[in-house]
């Protein structure tokens, strides 16, 4: 009997084991994480979720979307690049969930020779409502009225230093206030391509500085005429898209990227131009601004992220669309990861394969070219309290913005931010101990140091007297217990008594 | 043996040669020379250096602001952390010995682990007031604190090559060879180590499997 109750025993025991094993190997999933100061994966609720995804069907148009490339947001309107179908069409957003159609642009009105589009790639809109559409294959980027008229159009630069054997096939545009154009074009690795509003180019802009190993170097130096044709040439990094933000500042994203370059931190391939030129991208997060931290393979998918299109809010967080696992990843002005989320896959929420990103006040709308959908999301209450207490802090209403922190942290006890938020806040309230503890619990060094500096001095001139006393005492007392000594020993020595004894 | 711990002398000796510690580290060469040849050092005094040592690592661990040592806990087992002092620390000693005996080395195994412990004393010397001094700066002071912990370490290394060359009698030249030696001698030891713990696993595994089987059938 006591054998078989053993046997028993033992048997569940290892049922019990199998299954707890199995449990782990189901490691924990979720849509959203974000990554702690060690690089562990944090899940986290949900930042945003979706409205809703828009195909031809829900947009009331007469054919599918082929392969659309661009998206531009302006306002409620929302202009859409169907690439496919050599047209552009203008939606308007008239409520949370409803998209509709507001025209079909698939021909260009006016005084000019090619009134037809041939792959439009992008479109950009500018302040007075004048659209700039980059016709890839025709060669040129176009500027419209805003009912659809000729105005002018932006050609392959006649310029010594743009390579004049090659096509000019532009991709993606971007527009400042003054109605200077920025265009990524294919095959040109100078940098932005520059264009003044009276249609001159004026240059390149944002170059990245050509980086190459020391290895590669020597080889070329030793290899011979015909060798160093066969080998790869250190030429600059390709932009993939770009983005000007509201304050005239131009995001730029690119997908040639080394795997070595990204795990050493030389590769930006997110990087935010000045008008010089200059990445001015604030790095001062945790880790490097290059998507996932993690690149094994997943259901197919491999190797490091790479950003296909980055749009900036007004609170500047931007959010980079990474196309190798379909993810939206959200950085503060900080470069500091708030969360990512998405995937590959043919749930709403998840893609085929994204192709462009913009938002709308803090929605954001994704394109799939593969898919022809758009997807509309929206930030979740956790989302919004992220973002509240982001611009509370940004407009100066520190102690607000720790309360909104502090009621994250009631939804996800795992975010970083939300104890260096409240930290920050307590900081700014002139709190410094207990700022000084939400930065420990999170390893947040530099803020920690900023509160503990002030700290340190308030302690000191509150205790200055006590510091006095116990430098005196550990000065002054051993000197005094020395001369003491030194007497009571002359005393003990001295002639007098020497000769008594 | 026990009769000698009642012996007030016992104890006298034990803190002389305690002392004798900050003597070595100030004055090496004459220092670690009296350290064997006029018994001034003592394997307890050497013990106690190695248990302040192993105690200023684990309060180092505790203690230390968080700024200069950011500790991942869950993958933090303090049996290892202390082996990671404690094995090299064998394996020194053992191949520092095995090879300087076969080439006149003067030192005996019990001389050169107490010569090296006694090289380890700016250690727990430098480290237990950082620990303190460390909760006391922010990172703009950071060069203080980092500079001390390198002094501390590359003192007690300086002092274990003084210590190795005069136990043993060796010129400076002949020290440097045979540090180089020993490290390339623990090397070995390791790798045959792991061969060994490697085979030995897999066949005690193989009982554990053979036991395991065992039981299911029953």
Same mark, same amino acid.
């Given at each position: 009997?006591?054998?078989t109750?053993?046997?028993?025993?033992a048997l569940?025991l290892?049922v019990?084991t199998?299954?707890g /094993?199995?449990?782990?190997?189901?490691?924990?999933?979720?849509?959203?994480?974000g990554y702690?100061?060690w &690089?562990?994966?944090?899940?986290s609720?949900d930042?945003?979720?979706t409205?809703?995804?828009y195909?031809?069907?829900?947009?009331?148009?007469?054919?599918k979307?082929n392969?659309p490339?661009?998206?531009?947001?302006?306002g409620?309107?929302?202009?859409?690049?169907?690439?496919?179908?050599?047209?552009?069409?203008?939606?308007?957003?008239?409520?949370?969930?409803?998209i /509709?159609?507001?025209?079909?642009i698939?021909h260009? #009105?006016g005084n000019?020779?090619?009134?037809e589009? !041939?792959?439009?790639?992008?479109?950009?809109?500018?302040?007075? $409502?004048f659209?700039y559409?980059a016709?890839k294959?025709?060669?040129?980027?176009?500027?419209?009225?805003?009912?659809g008229?000729?105005m002018?159009e932006?050609?392959?630069p006649?310029?010594?230093?743009f390579?004049?054997?090659?096509? %000019?096939?532009?991709?993606?545009?971007?527009?400042?206030t003054a109605?200077?154009?920025y265009?990524?074009?294919?095959?040109a690795?100078?940098?932005?391509?520059?264009?003044?509003?009276?249609?001159? %180019?004026?240059?390149?802009?944002?170059?990245t500085p050509?980086?190459?190993?020391?290895?590669?170097?020597v080889?070329k130096?030793?290899?011979?005429q015909?060798?160093?044709?066969?080998?790869? /040439?250190f030429?600059?990094?390709e932009?993939?898209?770009?983005?000007?933000?509201?304050?005239?500042?131009?995001?730029?994203?690119?997908t040639?990227v080394t795997?070595?370059d990204?795990d050493s931190?030389?590769?930006?391939?997110?990087?935010?131009?000045?008008?010089?030129?200059?990445?001015?991208?604030?790095?001062?997060?945790?880790?490097y601004?290059? $998507?996932?931290l993690?690149w094994? !393979?997943g259901?197919?998918?491999? &190797?490091?992220?790479l950003?296909t *299109?980055i749009t900036?809010?007004?609170n500047?967080?931007?959010?980079?669309l990474?196309k190798?696992?379909?993810?939206? %990843?959200?950085?503060?002005?900080?470069?500091?990861?708030?969360?990512c989320?998405g995937?590959? $896959?043919?749930?709403d929420?998840y893609f +085929?394969q994204?192709?462009?990103?913009?938002?709308m006040?803090?929605d954001?709308?994704?394109?799939? !070219?593969?898919?022809?959908?758009i997807?509309?999301?929206?930030?979740? #209450?956790?989302?919004?309290r992220?973002y509240?207490?982001?611009?509370?802090?940004?407009?100066?209403?520190?102690?607000?913005?720790?309360?909104?922190?502090?009621?994250?942290?009631d939804?996800n006890g795992?975010? *970083?931010?939300?104890?260096?938020?409240?930290?920050r806040?307590?900081?700014?309230? #002139?709190?410094y101990?207990e700022?000084?503890d939400?930065?420990?619990?999170?390893?947040?060094d530099d803020?920690y /140091?900023k509160?503990f500096?002030?700290?340190r001095?308030?302690?000191?001139?509150?205790?200055?007297?006590?510091?006095?006393?116990?430098?005196?005492?550990?000065l002054?007392?051993?000197?005094?217990?020395?001369?003491i +000594?030194?007497?009571?020993?002359?005393?003990?020595?001295? *002639?007098?008594?020497q *000769?008594?004894? | 043996?026990i009769?000698?711990?009642?012996?007030?002398?016992t104890?006298?000796?034990?803190?002389?040669?305690?002392?004798?510690?900050?003597?070595?580290?100030?004055?090496?060469?004459?220092?670690?020379?009296?350290? @064997?040849?006029?018994k001034?050092?003592?394997?307890?005094?050497?013990?106690?250096?190695l248990l302040?040592?192993?105690?200023?690592?684990?309060?180092?661990?505790?203690? @230390?602001?968080?700024?200069?040592?950011k500790?991942?806990?869950p993958?933090?087992?303090? =049996?290892?952390?202390?082996?990671?002092?404690?094995?090299?620390?064998?394996?020194?000693?053992?191949?520092?010995?095995?090879l300087? @005996?076969?080439f006149?080395?003067?030192?005996?195994?019990?001389?050169?682990?107490?010569?090296?412990?006694?090289?380890?004393t700016?250690?727990?010397?430098?480290? =237990?007031?950082?620990?303190?001094?460390?909760?006391?700066? @922010?990172v703009?002071?950071?060069?203080?604190?980092?500079?001390?912990?390198?002094l501390s370490l590359?003192?007690?290394?300086?002092l274990?090559m003084?210590?190795?060359?005069q136990i043993?009698?060796y010129?400076?030249?002949k020290?440097?060879?045979?540090?180089?030696?020993?490290g =390339?001698?623990m090397?070995?030891?390791?790798?045959i180590?792991?061969?060994?713990?490697?085979?030995?696993?897999?066949g005690?595994?193989y009982?554990?499997?053979?036991?395991k089987?065992?039981?299911f059938?029953?």
């Amino acid at each position: 009997m006591k054998k078989t109750l053993k046997r028993m025993a033992a048997l569940a025991l290892s049922v019990v084991t199998l299954a707890g /094993s199995s449990m782990i190997v189901q490691a924990e999933t979720g849509y959203t994480y974000g990554y702690d100061w060690w &690089g562990d994966v944090q899940y986290s609720p949900d930042a945003y979720k979706t409205v809703a995804v828009y195909t031809d069907v829900e947009l009331g148009l007469d054919k599918k979307l082929n392969a659309p490339q661009g998206l531009f947001v302006t306002g409620k309107s929302i202009y859409l690049c169907d690439t496919g179908n050599n047209r552009i069409i203008e939606l308007e957003r008239k409520d949370q969930d409803t998209i /509709s159609l507001v025209r079909i642009i698939d021909h260009i #009105e006016g005084n000019v020779a090619n009134k037809e589009f !041939s792959s439009p790639t992008d479109i950009a809109v500018s302040e007075e $409502g004048f659209l700039y559409i980059a016709d890839k294959n025709n060669n040129r980027i176009v500027k419209l009225d805003h009912e659809g008229n000729y105005m002018m159009e932006f050609t392959k630069p006649v310029d010594a230093t743009f390579d004049q054997s090659l096509s %000019f096939l532009p991709s993606k545009i971007a527009i400042d206030t003054a109605g200077r154009v920025y265009c990524v074009a294919t095959n040109a690795n100078k940098g932005l391509i520059k264009y003044e509003n009276d249609g001159t %180019f004026s240059g390149f802009v944002g170059a990245t500085p050509v980086t190459y190993n020391w290895t590669d170097y020597v080889w070329k130096k030793l290899a011979t005429q015909e060798q160093r044709a066969q080998m790869e /040439s250190f030429v600059p990094t390709e932009y993939d898209n770009i983005y000007m933000d509201y304050e005239g500042f131009i995001y730029a994203c690119t997908t040639n990227v080394t795997e070595e370059d990204l795990d050493s931190g030389a590769a930006n391939p997110i990087r935010r131009l000045n008008m010089m030129g200059n990445d001015i991208l604030v790095r001062n997060g945790d880790w490097y601004i290059i $998507g996932d931290l993690y690149w094994g !393979s997943g259901g197919g998918y491999e &190797g490091p992220s790479l950003f296909t *299109d980055i749009t900036a809010m007004e609170n500047d967080i931007f959010f980079g669309l990474d196309k190798t696992r379909g993810r939206l %990843f959200a950085y503060d002005d900080q470069g500091r990861m708030l969360y990512c989320f998405g995937g590959n $896959g043919n749930m709403d929420g998840y893609f +085929k394969q994204p192709s462009a990103l913009e938002h709308m006040g803090h929605d954001l709308l994704v394109l799939d !070219s593969l898919d022809n959908s758009i997807t509309l999301f929206t930030p979740t #209450e956790y989302g919004n309290r992220i973002y509240d207490a982001i611009e509370q802090f940004q407009t100066g209403e520190y102690e607000k913005s720790g309360e909104s922190w502090q009621s994250v942290m009631d939804m996800n006890g795992n975010y *970083d931010l939300a104890y260096i938020g409240i930290g920050r806040s307590l900081l700014r309230q #002139e709190k410094y101990r207990e700022a000084m503890d939400y930065f420990r619990l999170k390893l947040d060094d530099d803020n920690y /140091s900023k509160a503990f500096k002030q700290y340190r001095k308030e302690w000191v001139e509150e205790h200055i007297v006590i510091i006095f006393a116990g430098v005196f005492l550990i000065l002054c007392v051993p000197l005094a217990i020395g001369k003491i +000594k030194e007497i009571k020993r002359e005393i003990d020595h001295a *002639d007098i008594f020497q *000769d008594e004894q | 043996m026990i009769a000698s711990l009642k012996n007030k002398e016992t104890y006298r000796h034990y803190f002389q040669t305690l002392k004798f510690s900050l003597y070595c580290i100030t004055h090496p060469l004459d220092g670690f020379w009296d350290l @064997t040849h006029e018994k001034r050092g003592s394997i307890a005094a050497a013990n106690t250096i190695l248990l302040l040592t192993l105690l200023a690592r684990i309060l180092k661990l505790q203690y @230390t602001s968080f700024i200069f040592n950011k500790v991942y806990w869950p993958k933090v087992n303090i =049996f290892l952390y202390l082996a990671s002092i404690l094995f090299p620390l064998a394996l020194w000693c053992v191949g520092n010995w095995g090879l300087t @005996t076969l080439f006149d080395g003067k030192g005996r195994l019990s001389q050169v682990y107490m010569a090296t412990c006694y090289g380890l004393t700016p250690y727990p010397l430098i480290q =237990f007031p950082l620990i303190i001094f460390s909760n006391m700066v @922010t990172v703009d002071e950071a060069e203080f604190y980092s500079v001390l912990s390198v002094l501390s370490l590359v003192w007690a290394a300086m002092l274990i090559m003084a210590a190795m060359s005069q136990i043993h009698e060796y010129k400076m030249s002949k020290t440097l060879l045979f540090t180089v030696a020993t490290g =390339f001698a623990m090397l070995v030891m390791i790798f045959i180590l792991l061969l060994f713990f490697s085979m030995i696993s897999q066949g005690v595994a193989y009982f554990i499997s053979l036991g395991k089987e065992l039981l299911f059938r029953m």
